[in-house]
Each structure stands twice: as C-alpha cells, then as structure tokens.
C-alpha cells in the first residue's frame, strides 16, 4: 500500500527536477554572453550541469538545445547536419591534453583538420574544429581557475590556455610562436628543460 503513494511523491519530483535543470540550464547561459550557441556552449553547459548537481545534472546535448531553442535562443547544431556524422571519426578524443606535450599534440591535430576542410572547401567542419579549440580553450582556463588543481597542473592549464588563444587567433603563426615560446625563459624556469625540448 505505501507504494502507490512513493510512486506519485516520485512523479511531481520528477517534474520538479526537470523544471530547476531548465532554469539552471537558462541561467548558465545567461552567463556565457554568446548571441548562438554551437555544439561547444552546449557541450560547456552539459559539463556545467553535472559540476553544480552532480550525477543529477546529467542532461543530453539534445536536451540543452532543446531547452535553449524553446527560450528563444539560437542554437546552431550544425551549418550542414551530415558534417557531425561524415567526420565524427576526425573529432572522436581530439581534445586531449593532461600535458604540455599532449596538448602541442592536440593543437597540431585541430591545425591539420583545419587546413584539410578549409581546402576540401567544408565550411561547417572547419567551423567546427575551431568550436572544439574554443572548447579546448575554456577546459584549460576552467582548470587553471579552479584552486583544487595542483599548482603545477594549474600552471600548464594556464599554458596550454595561452597556447589555444595563439591558435585560435593566428593559425598560420602559431607554431613559429610557440617554438619561440618553449625557448623563453620564463617557459623554461616554469616547465624546465624537459618540457623546452619536446
């Protein structure tokens, strides 16, 4: 007997629960300031989500769009709807960097994407490379922020931020940047020799 009166508690908590993640959803991108949200925002809001509410703030990217499409707000899935399928393999773990060497790798990789669907004339992939470099780029700042972070690591966040910043702004120069940039003393005294040579 005491089931049926559990079974319909769950239900309005349920819908209660839906109902504070789409204003928690609202009000997160409130806060980004963008006037379109692509796959990243929603993909920066989906990781947001689960920060502030833990296994309860789970939410699809499907849902996020949904809920921010029917608040009136722009929401580009995708510039050409098969490009997320004719290249998901290229995008597939490509935003991986634990380390400065791992995160040189990560760039070069978005550069050669980029120059491939720039010259293939593929204008929503490469669009989409550079959204996963700005992603890349709030990952990095968002662990150089947070004060939990071992100080080193927070130091290479703080790099690695600077590196997609360079990247994202100057392409072409970046990697003559950034051999000039492992040269400088100050990335030598921070990261060492080591790091210098890779």
Known sequence: MKAAPEQSK???????????????ILELAAHFGVTKFTVAEVEQLRRQMIVRLGAAGKTSP????????????????STDSDTEDKYEEEFQDLLHFSNLEEAEICVMRLDELLRK?????????????LDVARLGRRRAEMIARNQRV?????????????????WLETPDAFFDWLELRKQSPDFRNRFGETAASA
């Open 62 to 77: 499907e849902y996020i769009a949904e809920v921010l499409g029917e608040a009136g707000m722009r929401v580009i899935w």
């Open 10 to 24: 769950k239900d309005p908590g349920a819908k209660k629960d839906s109902g504070s993640k789409k204003a928690l």
């Open 117 to 129: 669907f720039r010259a293939e004339g593929e204008k929503a992939a490469a669009e989409r490379v």
């Open 150 to 166: 071992d100080p080193l690591k927070r130091a290479e966040k703080e790099e690695i931020l600077q590196w997609f910043k360079v």
